[in-house]
């Protein structure tokens, strides 16, 4: 059963920074594409950083560039969302997401298909 762990989630005030960790399955983490998404309430979900595992080639949203920094150990089956100068509008929930093994992250954030419980960012101003 394909399991992503979560964890890191918290508040802090603005241009703060918080870590996000995710741990997956060594069946689901090897050879795939993982990825950090967000979500605020009344908004669509958003693809905020992904990376190919165990290669490292790594993708954002322009919205994240330059602040945020996803990164892995490989060791751990871990993937890390390290968030720098956070803004209130990074305030969202996050959730951890895989592609089946074999896939790539070159082709974009649409065949995500297993996810995280969540966890919760949220920035005050």
């Known amino acids: 059963q394909v399991q992503l762990v979560e964890s890191g989630g918290g508040s802090v005030q603005a241009g703060g920074s918080l870590r996000l960790s995710c741990t997956a399955s060594?069946?689901?983490?090897?050879?795939?594409?993982m990825g950090w998404f967000r979500q605020a309430p009344g908004k669509e979900r958003e693809g905020v950083a992904r990376?190919?595992?165990?290669?490292?080639?790594?993708y954002y949203a322009d919205s994240v560039k330059g602040r945020f920094t996803i990164s892995l150990d490989s060791a751990k089956n871990t993937v890390y969302l390290q968030m720098n100068g956070l803004k209130p509008e990074d305030t969202a929930m996050y959730y951890c997401?895989?592609?089946?093994?074999?896939?790539?992250?070159?082709?974009?954030?649409?065949?995500?298909?297993?996810w995280g419980q969540g966890t919760q960012v949220t920035v005050s101003s």
């Open positions: 990376v190919s595992t165990p290669g490292g080639t790594t």
């Open positions: 060594r069946d689901t983490y090897s050879g795939n594409c």
């Open positions: 997401a895989a592609k089946r093994r074999g896939s790539v992250c070159y082709t974009g954030v649409t065949d995500f298909v297993y």
